[in-house]
């Protein structure tokens, strides 16, 4: 009996967890804004429990170190303030992206027109 409610509360707290998916958008949209209180928390419970998603968040630390993203960059909800690359970083993507194109690694036909400009 103890067994088939221990079970039966293990699946009532599953169906109200975020699914991976939503928890990948939350890590996501945290470095760019501070999450609800519903949100963070909603995040820390599958966090405890999904160590792909502990992944994820680490590779994203990660990425967010090599770039040089601080914690004190990250806005409120209420910021619409714009992040833009300087000339020089836009010329280096745009040869990397050509060295790329030349070496057949990318199909530009593969790139939607949104994604282009």
Known sequence: MASRLKNKMAAWVVRRLASSRKATSLVS???DRKL???ERTAL???MRLCSYCVHFREQLE???RVLGIREDDVEGPESSRSISLSPESRERIKKVLRDYLDAGKINPNRISPTESG
Do not use: K
Request: without cysteine; aromatic residues 0%.
């Open 29 to 31: 949209q945290s470095l």
């Open 62 to 64: 990660v990425m967010r």
């Open 44 to 46: 820390a419970v599958h």
């Open 36 to 38: 609800s209180v519903r």
